[in-house]
């Protein structure tokens, strides 16, 4: 195995939204960044090059995180080689309906992306990270998993079903000095809000706003980074007080 000089931090969805954000912070803390993204090339470059800027290098990887086969091919055998020191998991689709009028293919598209996903990373990764015995896992969630929001049944369950596999694992790999969170935002700031009814849903949020994705991310570095790491299977809410 040949071990990098440097941690590296494989950020899943890492070219838009809270993922870049993520990305860019890891980089800031001295991480070279794995980034995957899905489809758009452009934009995962521009996040490279932001990295780099940072004076940190940055790798792509295509694939539909979706896609067990494809995620394997991908990540497995460069994991066994140089297991990752930080993995977070950020990619995610929405495709909101009530449940009523909720096509069958809107549901399966959002777990197979939104929970599937989160399996077929880890599975890809976790073993050389156990053989290492170190190393922090950071899910991405949602508030929408933790309280369920109306036209969000897929959403939530797949959110949910985040929160209940990132604990089941914590329990499984705590004894391995890998740590395992999740992070739950709440209304940020993104490609994925921009369309939705603002002052609404301000009027539920004690905070008075949404969130930014640094404010996302500086969670999610702090959960991959701090070294006198005492938090362990933790849900931490980044929702302006949407959920308490």
């Avoid at 998993?145 to 596999?165: E, H, T």
């Amino acid at each position: 195995m040949a071990e990098s000089s440097s941690r590296i931090g494989l950020v899943v969805g890492g070219s838009r939204g809270i993922g870049r954000s993520a990305a860019l912070e890891l980089a800031k803390s001295g991480f070279d960044i794995w980034l995957t993204y899905r489809s758009n090339r452009e934009a995962a470059d521009s996040t490279r090059a932001e990295v780099e800027a940072l004076g940190r290098s940055c790798e792509l990887f295509q694939f539909d995180v979706a896609d067990f086969d494809a995620v394997q091919e991908a990540l497995q055998d460069r994991a066994d080689k140089t297991p990752p020191h930080a993995v977070v998991i950020s990619a995610a689709i929405a495709r909101d309906n009530l449940m009523v009028w909720m096509t069958r293919e809107e549901w399966d598209a959002v777990i197979r992306t939104d929970l599937d996903g989160f399996f077929n990373v880890t599975k890809a990764v976790l073993f050389p990270m156990i053989r290492e015995r170190r190393g922090r896992i950071v899910a991405v969630a949602s508030v929408s998993g933790q309280i369920g929001q109306a036209g969000q049944g897929n959403y939530s369950a797949a959110k949910a079903g985040v929160i209940g596999a990132a604990k089941a694992l914590a329990r499984e790999v705590g004894k391995r000095n890998i740590h395992v969170n999740v992070v739950a935002p709440g209304v940020i700031e993104t490609e994925m809000t921009a369309d939705l009814p603002k002052e609404q849903i301000l009027a539920l949020i004690p905070a008075g706003r949404f969130g930014t994705v640094d404010e996302v991310a500086s969670v999610i570095r702090f959960l991959c980074v701090e070294e006198a790491m005492y938090i362990h299977g933790q849900v931490i809410g980044v929702n302006g007080g949407l959920a308490m």
